[in-house]
């Protein structure tokens, strides 16, 4: 069965044709690779159509720069694979990780998504392992969120679709970590998904970039993709992981906090939360790292 990738290209002239050539030489061959040059100003239009010119399974999008989700929104659009998956193009994969994880899905037809580990690659060569999982199957979407804590790894790019489940879901423009905002959605429409041990996908730290780098109101963003989901499917660990992220906005930019207080005492953090409230919370923690950064 056919797997479309999609990959969005911009200032990449680099490392693209290493991303391309882990895809190319997978073992698992029945691929449609989608070059999706977001207007970059490099010498990356130029490779893509050199790369596509060499296989005939690649296919290359030009477009005006229109941003990270726009470039995914357009690989989907035009993809055509029964599975669709996603890979940023400064990062790589191992070797038969797509014939590791195909076969998975062709064995168990009733998954429609299967997500697989993660090495960060950190400065000269150094690996990190970002994620592993201990392989299981879910067949309740507010467990699989809660559980295995898929809230901490929403990454569009360590996963496989079935692509029906992207039929009326794209990626939001204009919003930064867009992966939270989605991955919900098409965890809606999903009865079966499975985490593996199978397959690498090779993440290359970027230290300036946007999860590394985040400022207030991109921050915001990521509260804003996480409070209806905590009214809606929530444990302490979640709830305690929210309050972080609502402390930061408002230490980056002073907005009144929007956290909901509900009945999670679990941690010391948490029970200030009761005793304080969230305003007082947030002012507390403000304060505390103005004492820290003035000693630093």
């Known amino acids: 069965m056919k797997l479309s990738v999609v990959i969005p290209v911009f200032r990449v002239e680099n490392t693209l044709r290493r991303c391309v050539e882990s895809v190319l030489t997978q073992s698992y061959t029945d691929l449609q690779v989608i070059l999706v040059d977001d207007g970059s100003p490099d010498s990356c239009p130029i490779l893509c159509d050199r790369l596509a010119a060499s296989d005939a399974r690649i296919q290359v999008v030009h477009q005006e720069n229109r941003g990270l989700s726009d470039a995914r929104n357009s690989g989907i659009q035009i993809a055509d694979g029964e599975y ?21 899905l062709l064995r168990n037809p009733v998954i429609d998504m299967i997500e697989y580990p993660v090495v960060e690659h950190e400065g000269k060569g150094t690996e990190t392992k970002l994620l592993t999982f201990t392989p299981e ?20 790019w360590n996963k496989i679709y079935r692509r029906r489940l992207f039929s009326t879901v794209r990626y939001p423009q204009g919003r930064v970590f867009e992966d939270v905002f989605t991955l919900p959605l098409i ?5 079966t998904v499975a985490v593996t041990d199978q397959g690498l996908y090779h993440y290359t730290d970027n230290p300036m970039g946007i999860t590394s780098q985040a400022k207030g109101n991109e921050l915001r963003d990521l509260l804003e993709a996480h409070l209806p989901i905590i009214n809606k499917v929530c444990n302490a660990d979640y709830y305690a992981h929210v309050l972080n992220i609502q402390m930061d906005v408002y230490e ?4 009144p906090p929007l956290f909901p207080l509900m009945p999670y005492r679990e941690t010391f953090k948490l029970k200030l939360l009761h005793y304080l409230g969230i305003h007082r919370l947030c002012q507390l923690n403000k304060f505390i790292h103005k004492i820290y950064r003035h000693r630093s």
């Open 137 to 156: 199957v879910f067949t309740d979407m507010h467990r699989y969120w809660l559980e295995a804590k898929a809230y901490t790894h929403t990454y569009a």
């Open 252 to 255: 980056l930019t002073g907005d």
């Open 84 to 104: 669709i998956t996603f890979i940023d193009s400064d990062d790589y994969l191992s070797p038969d990780t797509y014939k590791l994880l195909m076969d998975t």
């Open 187 to 191: 965890l809606a429409r999903c009865r």
